[in-house]
């Protein structure tokens, strides 16, 4: 079973940034990231494939970016998220999810095509 320790939330204010991190306890090939804001159903925000094949939604695409860790001690046990320009509708629970199977095979977009979730870090954007 892999375990996922997400890190990196936070309070700022509107424009400000933060970088989440997740961090699994086994290899995997597709890692995604999902938030949720109270009230609100879970969402896709960003995955990235084995071969460094990104994916974001529309309304982060041009703030957001999803990486991950090259060195060679952490190949593909670390991913991250870059978030610029915050605002006060990036506002949620970010949920980091995993599977051993690539994002190129599943639809990464779907939660429920996930087998390993973390517990979530809190992001709030101020106004």
């Known amino acids: 079973r892999v375990e996922l320790v997400e890190s990196g939330g936070g309070s700022v204010q509107t424009g400000g940034s933060l970088r989440l991190s997740c961090t699994a306890s086994?290899?995997?090939?597709?890692i995604a990231w999902f938030r949720q804001a109270p009230g609100k159903e879970r969402e896709w925000v960003a995955h990235?494939?084995?071969?460094?094949?990104?994916?974001?939604?529309?309304s982060v695409k041009s703030r957001f970016t999803i990486s991950k860790d090259n060195t060679e001690t952490n190949a593909w046990n670390r991913v991250y998220l870059e978030m610029n320009s915050l605002k006060p509708e990036d506002t949620a629970m970010y949920y980091c999810a995993a599977d051993g199977i690539y994002c190129s095979a599943l639809n990464p977009t779907k939660d429920t095509e996930f087998g390993y979730w973390g517990q979530g870090t809190q992001v709030t954007v101020s106004s």
């Open positions: 990235i494939d084995h071969d460094g094949t990104t994916g974001l939604t529309e």
């Open positions: 086994g290899r995997t090939l597709c």
